[in-house]
């Protein structure tokens, strides 16, 4: 029922407009990769492969100045973008650049890296196992905040020689922020201030799929989509779009598992782009990560993964049960935009979430944003991206 609700408000909001796929020309990024989307809009890219302690190598990228005062190319700040769930780096670069994050940074001045999690596009690699194993795939966002980020941020501060960095995370990018800066002080010294994008603790009150997810036994769950990459988008295919879905447009987005999962704002939306969107999204994950959100959905809680066994967890974390995450742990000075309308980071659960940051210096709440408004939006640089542009330049030693 959920997910002929969410088409119908799709094909409702999406009825009227024009200028979609099939009116407008190709966008050339559609076949390019992180560094030839970057360097399309004349921006200098660098590319690096990272190594996690367990093996898994992250492609990480560079644009380490802008357009704009080029000429000065010594030691900048640093911002490091770390995406969300379903995601990939290539959700900073995807709109143009005076809309883009990235470019915007690099502009204002700033040295800018972009993360990739284990699992999407650009790291999907492992000293050890093949993707087409079982075993690459035994992570979720446990791993990716004690392996990915200290491995990726370390290797960011070695390269540039800054001591402390800017951290931008958006939905999950913010989850293994929390979990990472709370549990790990000495990576905490790292940086130098976290700006959350529609911060996702606890999913207690979340109404978009992960919700319904969560209803489904893990048995089922497992039967369904396997015990490797998630990619329900085969499935959304061949149900949604031949059962309800009946304009070709639409019919993308319904497929679509980034769009299923976090919602769709068509007043909002550059259309001219939405090619370079789903060309490059969803950029999966492990089962094991849906999975662990599914969790989360039915607990309410913030917790480690629950590995299915006391025996499990045990061998996991030295206890039967899964441990929290006390985000009270975390002092890092963080700063946090959510939106209104946001399916997966509710209001609710983003109350929840701000009295136990002890550390936060600002707070905005944009009423009309749903969750993808923060990377995507037409007029994310006036809501948003300006005012982290003066923060960072604010915050300097």
């Given at each position: 029922?959920?997910?002929?609700?969410?088409?119908?408000?799709?094909?409702?909001?999406?009825?009227?407009?024009?200028?979609?796929?099939?009116?407008?020309?190709?966008?050339?990024?559609?076949?390019?990769?992180?560094?030839?989307?970057?360097?399309?809009?004349?921006?200098?890219?660098?590319?690096?492969?990272?190594?996690?302690?367990?093996?898994?190598?992250?492609?990480?990228?560079?644009?380490?100045?802008?357009?704009?005062?080029s000429e000065n190319r010594g030691q900048r700040p640093v911002a490091f973008l770390q995406h969300g769930l379903l995601a990939s780096a290539t959700n900073w670069i995807a709109n143009l650049p005076n809309n883009s994050?990235?470019?915007?940074?690099?502009?204002?001045?700033?040295?800018?890296?972009?993360?990739?999690?284990?699992?999407?596009?650009?790291?999907?690699?492992?000293?050890?196992?093949?993707?087409?194993?079982?075993?690459?795939?035994?992570?979720?966002?446990?791993?990716?905040?004690?392996?990915?980020?200290?491995?990726?941020?370390?290797?960011?501060?070695?390269?540039?020689?800054?001591?402390?960095?800017?951290?931008?995370?958006?939905?999950?990018?913010?989850?293994?922020?929390?979990?990472?800066?709370?549990?790990?002080?000495?990576?905490?010294?790292?940086?130098?201030?976290?700006?959350?994008?529609?911060?996702?603790?606890?999913?207690?009150?979340?109404?978009?799929?992960?919700?319904?997810?969560?209803?489904?036994?893990?048995?089922?769950?497992?039967?369904?989509?396997?015990?490797?990459?998630?990619?329900?988008?085969?499935?959304?295919?061949?149900?949604?779009?031949?059962?309800?879905?009946?304009?070709?447009?639409?019919?993308?987005?319904?497929?679509?598992?980034?769009?299923?999962?976090?919602?769709?704002?068509?007043?909002?939306?550059?259309t001219s782009r939405l090619d370079v969107y789903l060309s490059h999204n969803p950029a999966g994950t492990s089962v094991q990560d849906i999975l662990h959100w599914a969790q989360a959905g039915r607990s309410g809680k913030?917790?480690?993964?629950?590995?299915?066994?006391?025996?499990l967890n045990m061998l996991h974390f030295n206890q039967s049960t899964p441990p929290y995450y006390d985000v009270t742990a975390m002092t890092v000075p963080i700063a946090v935009w959510n939106g209104g309308n946001d399916?997966?980071?509710?209001?609710?659960?983003?109350?929840?979430?701000?009295?136990?940051?002890?550390?936060?210096?600002?707070?905005?709440?944009?009423?009309?944003?749903?969750?993808?408004?923060?990377?995507?939006?037409?007029?994310?640089?006036?809501?948003?991206?300006?005012?982290?542009?003066?923060?960072?330049?604010?915050?300097?030693?």
């Amino acid at each position: 029922m959920w997910l002929l609700l969410t088409v119908t408000s799709l094909i409702s909001a999406l009825g009227t407009t024009h200028g979609f796929l099939g009116q407008v020309p190709e966008s050339p990024e559609v076949h390019m990769n992180i560094s030839q989307m970057i360097s399309y809009w004349g921006y200098p890219s660098e590319e690096y492969d990272v190594v996690t302690e367990d093996g898994y190598i992250l492609g990480i990228y560079r644009i380490p100045y802008g357009k704009k005062n080029s000429e000065n190319r010594g030691q900048r700040p640093v911002a490091f973008l770390q995406h969300g769930l379903l995601a990939s780096a290539t959700n900073w670069i995807a709109n143009l650049p005076n809309n883009s994050l990235a470019f915007i940074l690099a502009d204002a001045g700033f040295d800018v890296w972009l993360g990739n999690s284990r699992g999407n596009t650009w790291s999907r690699r492992n000293l050890y196992y093949s993707p087409d194993s079982v075993e690459f795939w035994a992570f979720s966002f446990d791993e990716m905040a004690k392996y990915d980020l200290p491995a990726t941020i370390d290797f960011i501060v070695e390269k540039t020689g800054q001591e402390k960095i800017h951290y931008v995370g958006h939905s999950q990018g913010t989850t293994i922020g929390f979990i990472a800066f709370s549990t790990n002080p000495e990576l905490a010294k790292k940086i130098r201030t976290f700006y959350a994008l529609a911060p996702v603790a606890t999913v207690k009150y979340t109404t978009s799929l992960l919700k319904e997810l969560s209803y489904v036994p893990t048995f089922l769950f497992k039967l369904i989509f396997g015990e490797k990459m998630f990619m329900p988008h085969n499935f959304f295919d061949q149900f949604l779009a031949t059962e309800v879905c009946s304009r070709e447009t639409v019919n993308l987005l319904c497929s679509n598992a980034l769009f299923i999962m976090c919602g769709f704002d068509s007043k909002n939306f550059n259309t001219s782009r939405l090619d370079v969107y789903l060309s490059h999204n969803p950029a999966g994950t492990s089962v094991q990560d849906i999975l662990h959100w599914a969790q989360a959905g039915r607990s309410g809680k913030f917790q480690a993964f629950d590995w299915g066994s006391p025996y499990l967890n045990m061998l996991h974390f030295n206890q039967s049960t899964p441990p929290y995450y006390d985000v009270t742990a975390m002092t890092v000075p963080i700063a946090v935009w959510n939106g209104g309308n946001d399916l997966l980071a509710d209001p609710r659960d983003v109350d929840d979430l701000l009295p136990k940051l002890s550390n936060l210096i600002y707070h905005k709440e944009i009423l009309p944003y749903n969750h993808l408004d923060f990377i995507w939006a037409m007029n994310a640089p006036q809501e948003v991206y300006n005012e982290i542009v003066s923060m960072m330049s604010e915050d300097t030693d």
